[in-house]
């Protein structure tokens, strides 16, 4: 625009425009469909005086993509207690040819969208994806398009100011795996529980519900505390490919300023491909810990990947929480045994019919130390989550008794793969700023033997490793990278699991936050 008195500010007066339009007049990403658009656009400029023209743009028709990724939320904006959330997203491209991709960010309307290509055997992680990549600002949902089969995963964390006193620049964050809509809920569908969630003086919760399909959908969250007392109901409509978030739900809408236990049902009342999911958050050092929506599984035998009451890296100290929810309207006793570096020790828990109790540092109350696997047993309907954190020390500087966590997806047996290439640790990092841990656990009844092959962004082999696990066994190497390849500056990486023998095999990383400690979970895909 010229001849007015600037700045200008640009905006859709009518019509749809293909493209995001910025009050800069910037515009910019990709169009999601072809054909011809009709749109009208005016510019304004600081004296008040507005100016309008139509305009026709021809498209041609959009690249086919056979594979869509969602990846539930992803941020850049702040939060409560000063925090400032990022994401960055990470993109592997296992196959032989490149993928061509489109990344939309569904925040506002129209949706932002940019395109890129990953080179056959490489990965590419996009920092702060949503200010930096596509330009924009706000929490949603960002959808993954590709013409190839890609591993897709993505870590959105508080981002420390850096004039902060406590940690500058550091960094506390959580993983959102990559879901397909074509598994997400629908009307019929069991409903989806969260579980193991608090919001009290020392943590909030944030109960998040992401539509994936076409049209648009209407979902029912029913709030509980963990002795199975419903405390409220809220619904959420969802737009297509829309988010919505709601923060400390326990407060907004059950008036509950002290509940350490609780948990949420959510039923999906009209539209498809729902996902909810919820953040537990550390008020004191806004660190978030994801908690996925779970369905019970009667009489199942389940795994958590690693728990640990012990000391890492960094003076860190390492704790694990259990959630255990007896999901119907029938008691469940659950027998949990720690498989440690000695002997396995146990214990059995009882819970009524809808009840939910967390227990606080699980390995040590069993009277287990140091790191392994759980093992939940139970014959009735249950729901297991846990989160593994660093323990702030009393004594700390920064952030005395604060937690820096993660979660741990539950695992059963019978899912885990056999010999064969198995899966995909993506989005790892070892450099000056973080440092990468990898885990094996052997859930099935005989011993089992792994090949861990690691590689560079470039798709590099760098090195291997094999590992013999006994049934029950955990195992895990501590900064692979360096260990094993002798990489120091290895800004992004990937691992190859593949089982030489043995079956119930599950891999899973953590990326640490060399200044916060702060871990976040890379699972196995």
């Not at 056979?66 to 400032?84: D, E, I, M, T």
């Not at 369905?295 to 990947?305: E, F, H, M, N, S």
């Not at 720690?338 to 214990?347: E, K, L, M, R």
């Not at 049934?471 to 501590?478: I, L, R």
Request: hydrophobic letters at 35%; one cysteine or more; charged letters at 10%.
């Amino acid at each position: 625009a010229t001849g007015g008195t600037t700045p200008y500010t640009w905006s859709v007066s009518h019509g749809g425009v293909p493209f995001a339009l910025s009050p800069s007049g910037l515009l910019s990403g990709t169009p999601t469909g072809g054909g011809d658009f009709l749109f009208g656009l005016q510019v304004a400029d600081s004296a008040g005086h507005v100016v309008e023209k139509s305009f026709t743009v021809h498209i041609d028709s959009a690249p086919s993509y056979a594979y869509s990724y969602w990846v539930p939320v992803a941020a850049h904006g702040n939060g409560l207690n000063h925090s400032q959330w990022r994401s960055d997203l990470d993109l592997l491209n296992p196959g032989s040819v490149p993928a061509n991709l489109q990344i939309v960010a569904h925040i506002g309307s129209p949706p932002v969208s940019t395109t890129t290509t990953v080179a056959a055997g490489t990965q590419v992680i996009l920092p702060d994806v949503v200010g930096t990549r596509l330009g924009a600002s706000g929490t949603g949902a960002l959808e993954v398009r590709s013409d190839q089969p890609l591993r897709v995963t993505e870590r959105t964390y508080n981002l420390v100011a850096p004039a902060a006193t406590c940690y500058p620049n550091g960094t506390q964050g959580q993983d959102y795996p990559a879901v397909s809509s074509r598994d997400g809920s629908g009307p019929g569908s069991q409903p989806a529980i969260l579980a193991g969630l608090t919001e009290n003086a020392s943590y909030h919760t944030n109960i998040g519900v992401v539509n994936t399909a076409a049209g648009d959908a209407s979902v029912l969250v029913a709030l509980y505390d963990g002795a199975g007392t419903h405390l409220g109901d809220y619904t959420a409509p969802v737009a297509a490919g829309q988010w919505s978030q709601a923060t400390q739900p326990f407060l907004t809408y059950a008036a509950q300023t002290a509940m350490d236990s609780g948990y949420a049902v959510v039923t999906v009342q009209s539209g498809m491909g729902v996902y909810a999911f919820a953040s537990v958050i550390d008020n004191l050092t806004n660190d978030p810990t994801t908690v996925a929506m779970q369905r019970a599984v009667p009489g199942a035998t389940l795994w958590v990947p690693v728990a640990s009451h012990g000391n890492g890296l960094n003076q860190s100290q390492w704790r694990t929480d259990l959630a255990l929810l007896a999901s119907s309207a029938v008691a469940a006793s659950a027998r949990v045994t720690f498989h440690g570096g000695g002997a396995p020790v146990s214990g059995t828990f009882d819970l009524p019919g809808g009840v939910q109790t967390i227990v606080r540092d699980v390995v040590g109350h069993l009277g287990g130390s140091g790191s392994g696997a759980l093992e939940v047993t139970s014959e009735r309907p249950l729901l297991v989550t846990s989160r593994t954190y660093n323990l702030v020390s009393s004594t700390a500087d920064c952030y005395p008794n604060g937690t820096q966590g993660q979660d741990y997806p539950v695992v059963r047996s019978a899912s885990g793969p056999g010999p064969g290439p198995s899966g995909y640790l993506v989005g790892l990092t070892e450099n000056a700023s973080y440092h990468t841990n990898i885990g094996i656990v052997n859930t099935g009844s005989g011993g089992a033997s792994v090949l861990v092959t690691l590689y560079d962004g470039a798709g590099t082999h760098l090195g291997d490793y094999t590992v013999s696990l006994a049934p029950g066994q955990w195992s895990q190497a501590t900064q692979p990278f360096l260990t094993y390849a002798a990489q120091t500056a290895t800004d992004s990486g990937y691992a190859v699991v593949t089982v030489q023998s043995g079956s119930g095999v599950f891999a899973f990383a953590s990326v640490i936050d060399n200044l916060t400690n702060d871990p976040t979970t890379v699972a196995m895909q």
